[in-house]
């Protein structure tokens, strides 16, 4: 019966993460289960801090509850080895103790029933095993991604990579066709700065594999016509995607508070007109680049929304030069989902974040890549070489994207019928996945109907 089933949903502590499986979690309430939704602590303040201090959304039945990730008030969490080296060592103990103290409560009438992990998080697929509760996962970033990740032991094998993640070979592999062509110097764990923290990503990312195969429920926010290799490859992997927010209660998970204004200033913009500017939670700038962008914008001459986000660490400083008046909004955090499918938008500006790019793909928004770090330069290999929904940017001698080289590609892409084509075909393509008899719907309800037996 689905009112007693009572899902638990561990995300890994980043915005990337938690927006899609708190988007996946209302989708499971909608269809009768009970879910308690478990953030770190420390992220748990910022959700409830952009909430105004709610804890929870009128109406939402997504319980939010934390656990600590066993870092002290002042450590650095963007120092991610630090991170999960703490989270892999305290949490999975605290997670046993909150299910058992949830199943002990009100006489084990409201017991967890089954737990789904960010696939960045399986290690608690063992808790769960241990528990005797059974568990899946859920890939946020592409399926690409984990064919690599689960591939890792073939490439150390075929001497493209030595057993740290660092490389032996130059150049470019591909796993299978229709996937993105992979720098081997360019692997998600490369863009880190020190070797320890490199070394210490890969060797995770490695046993995250290792945890997820303890289940063969795999779900991802993916399509199959999106990713065929890539799923060929993995045919554990169940796609669910696009996996889209529900209207009501799309502000629950945000760690910032979202300003709506922006929305009043689309309704204001002739269709089809606005550059949409976005480089996701975790992308910093240099100063330079910075300046550049804002500068680009500028040149452009046309309207732009764009986020930047008030960060502790982002110092950026608009140049004196720029004058955003007339023709830009700046916000610290949009909508994106709504602004995406507002009609005044023309393109996205994106670091190519999975779930930006899943944004833009499943609302038909033409792409300007300007990837930053991890799994960005294989999402942006699959927007403009792949699926042809995009461009990226080129350097320039210093390393630096200059505001002419902006103003000339939004040009080029607003002038290219074929990208823009493409783009609406897309669309349409992977958002009849979600309609009632779409193939991602069909493979939801497996799922449900496996979380039943
Ligand atoms: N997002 C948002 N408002 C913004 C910018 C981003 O709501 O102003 C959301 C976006 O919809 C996505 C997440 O933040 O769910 C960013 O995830 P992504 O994988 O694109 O990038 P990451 O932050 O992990 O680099």
Same mark, same amino acid.
């Given at each position: ?24 979690s209302h989708k ?6 009970k879910? %308690? ?25 997504v ?47 409201n017991?967890? %029933?089954?737990?789904?992990c ?12 241990n ?57 998600p ?9 490199q ?12 945890w997820?195969?303890l289940?063969?429920?795999w ?23 696009p ?5 009501e209660?799309?502000?629950l ?29 975790i ?11 804002a500068?680009?914008?500028?040149? %452009? ?10 960060d ?38 994106s ?18 890549c ?70 991602? %719907?069909?493979?939801?309800?497996k ?7």
């Open positions: 019966m689905g009112l007693n089933k009572h899902v638990l949903v561990l995300p890994f502590p980043a915005q990337g993460h938690v927006n899609p499986l708190m988007h996946l499971l309430v909608q269809h009768g289960c879910v %308690t939704f478990v953030n770190t602590e420390f992220n748990h303040k910022r959700v409830v801090h952009a909430m105004n201090g709610k804890v929870s959304l009128e109406g939402s039945k319980e939010l509850v934390s656990i600590p990730d066993g870092l002290g008030p002042e450590e650095d969490r963007n120092d991610l080895a630090g991170l999960i080296l703490s989270m892999e060592r305290n949490m999975p103990s605290d997670l046993e103790r909150l299910i058992r103290d949830i199943n002990s409560m009100d006489g084990g009438c017991r967890i %029933t089954s737990i789904v960010d696939t960045y998080m399986a290690w608690g697929l063992e808790v769960a095993q528990l005797g509760i059974k568990g899946a996962i859920i890939i946020p970033s592409s399926a690409a991604i984990i064919a690599l990740e689960d591939n890792i032991p073939k490439l150390i094998q075929d001497g493209i990579m030595d057993g740290d993640g660092f490389p032996i070979k130059k150049g470019k592999f591909q796993l299978s066709p229709n996937m993105p062509n992979v720098s081997i110097a360019h692997m764990w490369s863009y880190f700065p020190d070797e320890f923290t070394k210490t990503i890969h060797h995770y990312l490695a046993k995250t594999i290792q997820s195969h289940t063969d429920c779900l991802s926010n993916t399509t199959e016509e999106l990713e065929p290799g890539a799923l060929s490859l993995c045919p554990k992997i169940l796609p669910i995607g996996i889209k927010e529900s209207p209660f799309r502000s998970g945000q760690f910032w508070q979202e300003d709506l204004s922006c929305l009043n200033w689309l309704n204001q913009q002739p269709p089809c007109s606005v550059v949409y500017v976005a480089f996701g939670s992308t910093m700038f240099d100063p330079n680049q910075f300046k550049e962008l500068l680009g914008l500028q040149l %452009t001459n046309r309207p732009f929304l764009w986020v930047v986000r008030d502790y660490s982002n110092n950026n400083l608009y140049p004196d030069e720029f004058q955003c008046t007339n023709k830009g909004k700046i916000v610290k955090w949009a909508p994106q989902q709504m602004v995406l499918k507002h009609p005044a938008i023309a393109c996205f500006i670091h190519g974040g999975w779930n930006s790019t899943m944004d833009g793909v499943s609302n038909g928004v033409p792409f300007l300007w990837p930053y770090f991890a799994d960005q330069e294989i999402d942006k290999a699959y927007i403009c070489e792949v699926w042809k929904v995009g461009l990226g940017f080129d350097k320039d001698e210093k390393g630096i994207i200059s505001r002419w080289e902006i103003k000339k590609k939004v040009e080029e892409l607003l002038g290219d019928e074929d990208i823009k084509g493409s783009s609406k075909k897309m669309k349409d393509m992977v958002m009849s996945n979600i309609a009632s008899d779409g193939k991602s %719907t069909q493979n939801f309800n799922f449900m109907k496996w979380l039943g037996e």
